[in-house]
């Protein structure tokens, strides 16, 4: 069974860093890309960037291109989204997801999702 | 960078009735590189439909997609309880950016 296990709530203040996972589990990690999603209280679906943990190829939105890291453990399997200096506009769910295989010849798009993790940024 | 909007923002029908939600590319998108996602209130979303018109799997048949080019949409024949919810579509390009639509909700009338 193909199961993404995301890290818990978090609560920051302005200025601080975090960093949260994804573990998936049930396929092989290094054969998909594992995209991150943001969505803010009470809005839609934001696609922040992907990595594909078998060469940490990444790639960004524009949007957050400079603004978080996406990166990846192999020897772990897990996925990390991180920021160097939280704002509160950075208060969202964010989710992460993963891709079906052989997504630059075939149909890509993203068929099994993590729970969401909470990040509160509040002074 | 490939814009999708999305119409109506909201959907108001009963139980039973046919729902057509339409999205909207700000340029031509392959159709083989536009899904439809479902979710539900505290959920995280789930994959409805990808290459346009596939369901994925467990998606029962009243959803169904189609479209090509700029236009694409979403039909659910005949709405049940459980699919009161918001859907969204997405979309990638050839460097494997992905953009989401603003989204439709999908109520109760």
């Known amino acids: 069974e193909v199961q993404l296990v995301q890290s818990g709530a978090e609560v920051k203040k302005p200025g601080e860093s975090l960093r949260i996972s994804c573990k998936p589990s049930?396929?092989?990690?290094?054969?998909?890309?594992i995209a991150w999603v943001r969505q803010m209280p009470g809005k839609g679906l934001e696609w922040m960037g992907m990595i594909y943990p078998g060469d940490s190829d990444t790639r960004y939105s524009p949007s957050f291109q400079g603004q978080v890291i996406i990166s990846a453990d192999k020897s772990i399997t897990t996925a990390y989204l991180q920021w160097s200096s939280l704002q509160a506009s950075d208060t969202a769910i964010y989710y992460c997801?993963?891709?079906?295989?052989?997504?630059?010849?075939?149909?890509?798009?993203?068929?099994?999702w993590g729970q969401g993790s909470l990040v509160t940024v509040s002074s | 960078e490939i814009v999708l909007t999305q119409s109506p923002g909201t959907l108001s029908l009963s139980p039973g009735e046919r729902a057509t939600l339409s999205c909207r590319a700000s340029?031509?998108?392959?159709?083989?590189?536009l899904a439809w996602y479902q979710q539900k209130p505290g959920q995280a979303p789930r994959l409805l439909v990808y290459g346009a018109t596939s369901r994925a799997t467990g998606i029962p048949d009243r959803f169904s997609g189609s479209g090509s080019g700029t236009d694409f949409t979403l039909t659910i024949s005949r709405l049940e309880p459980e699919d009161f919810a918001v859907y969204y579509c997405q979309q990638y390009d050839s460097s494997l950016i992905f953009t989401f639509g603003p989204g439709t909700k999908v109520d109760i009338k």
């Open positions: 340029q031509s998108v392959s159709s083989s590189h």
């Open positions: 049930g396929y092989g990690f290094t054969t998909t890309w």
């Open positions: 997801a993963k891709t079906t295989q052989y997504c630059s010849t075939s149909s890509c798009r993203l068929d099994y």
